[in-house]
């Protein structure tokens, strides 16, 4: 396990030294708070290694990727080798957008990697060009993400300086809103449009930016293209499990001396993952996959691994691996209810279930957390909780939904206990991390 963090958290260098089987793989040589440069970034891994000309539909490394099992970093999930092959197979030029936008406020690993290992994110975003049959990689970062654009920006100076790449780079900073990572509200902004999600097809691998068909993957998952690329799918595989093989970034925060990124094996407990930032108190709950992703109970989740399958047994995802540990005694409806009207505060408003759906179950959230509702008022939260999902015009709805029925569920005892006072006599929560007040639009 490799401990490593931006501003947001303790930095611990690992020293340079050749990428192992084993830990750390994209943190290996990343440390001392400056970028990995060019020059240290080609000693390291060596040159691109360009697989040659797409003969016919997916380029030699598809393959690759689509036998080392590796799935996207950025919440979905979905199989990184089956994306690129379906983009690879639509006729049309293709183009790559690495998606560094990280709209999630307690995740900070893309943030990270951007800023620090910029060339590693840079290689795969080429390699994965020329694997579909795209001239022009497109690297997409939250505007207030500026120090990771610097980065960004100097890295591909260098390379162009150089001409090592046989793609071309374009950057482009993305407004701070939750839902503008999304894929589809993406190639809408790169489109002209608003960066919101656009929930009829055609789908981006179809026909996205430019109307060409168009691979979205986030920017940790192409970081993993690039050393799949070297290394092979068996490399990638000796850490892992069969069904969740490889390592992720994770975002630990909450009740630890040492918030910040960690690369872990994926199966490995969440036990282990949580004291890798050394624990300060005993803990009631853990939150994984961040705002959009679910509460488990502590003495279900400590022994859970973290893996997309044990963690469906239970409800919850890997989502962008965010783990929150929340320490017993402390109100965690109150926390909660603070995150829940930030996410309704996020909506596109695009449709009723967002717009207004999202806004009543925070009313009714910070009315639970108050302790002066009634049993009808938690019996029509339930409900709400029941009826909004599958009717939004995007995904987004139902992703509030679970986090706040995750929230009745592991935080009950606390729903009974404030509806029996009247009050909240459970400390005041840690106050987990909300970007500040929105001062832009969409655009």
């Known amino acids: 396990m490799s401990r490593l963090a931006s501003d947001r958290g303790v930095i611990g260098s690992t020293g340079p030294a050749p990428v192992p089987a ?3 793989r994209l943190l ?8 990995v440069g060019l020059e240290e970034h080609c000693e390291r891994y060596g040159p691109v290694p360009w697989r040659g000309p797409r003969r016919r539909g997916a380029g030699p490394l598809v393959a690759s990727v689509e036998a080392s099992g590796l799935r996207g970093r950025g919440g979905g999930a979905f199989p990184a080798g089956r994306k690129m092959r379906a983009v690879a197979e639509h006729r049309g ?6 998606n560094g936008s990280e709209g999630e406020p307690a995740s900070a690993k893309d943030e990270l990697l951007l800023s620090f290992a910029p060339h590693l994110v840079l290689d795969g975003a080429a390699l994965a060009a020329e694997a579909v049959g795209a001239d022009e990689a497109i690297i997409v970062i939250d505007r207030n993400a500026r120090y990771a654009l610097r980065s960004v920006a100097h890295a591909i100076g260098a390379r162009n300086h150089l001409g090592i790449d046989r793609v071309r780079f374009r950057l482009v900073d993305l407004p701070s809103r939750y839902v503008a990572g999304e894929e589809t509200a993406l190639v809408n902004f790169l489109n002209g449009g608003p960066a919101q999600p656009v929930a009829v097809p055609p789908r981006p691998f179809e026909r996205g930016v430019s109307g060409r068909p168009t691979l979205v993957q986030n920017v940790e998952t192409l970081a993993h293209v690039a050393q799949i690329a ?13 069904e969740d093989p490889g390592s992720m970034l994770v975002t630990i925060g909450g009740a630890v001396h040492q918030p910040g990124v960690c690369e872990v094996a994926l199966g490995t407990p969440l036990r282990d993952v949580i004291a890798s930032g050394g624990v300060t108190h005993e803990l009631s709950a853990v ?4 705002y959009y992703g679910s509460w488990i109970a502590a003495e279900r989740a400590l022994d859970l691994p973290l893996t997309n399958v044990a963690l469906r047994s239970v409800g919850a995802s890997l989502g962008c691996g965010v783990v929150v540990a929340f320490p017993a005694g402390h109100c965690g409806l109150i926390a909660s209810a603070r995150i829940a009207r930030y996410l309704a505060g996020e909506s596109a408003g695009q449709c009723g279930p967002c717009k207004f759906g999202l806004a009543a179950l925070a009313d009714s959230l910070e009315l639970v957390a108050s302790g002066k509702h009634q049993p009808r008022d938690l019996d029509r939260l339930h409900r709400w909780c029941g009826e909004i999902p599958g009717r939004g015009a995007c995904s987004y709805p139902d992703g509030v939904v679970r986090f706040v029925a995750s929230t009745l569920e592991v935080f009950a005892d606390e729903v009974a206990r404030h509806a029996e006072l009247g009050r909240c006599l459970s400390a005041p929560p840690p106050v987990l991390p909300l970007p500040s007040a929105r001062v832009e639009g969409w655009r």
């Open 28 to 35: 290996a040589g990343v440390g001392g708070g400056e970028p």
């Open 230 to 242: 070297r290394f092979g799918p068996d490399w990638f595989r000796a850490v892992g499990t069969a």
């Open 22 to 24: 084993q830990l750390p």
């Open 93 to 98: 030029g293709a183009i790559v957008v690495a």
């Open 287 to 290: 939150l994984v996959g961040g």
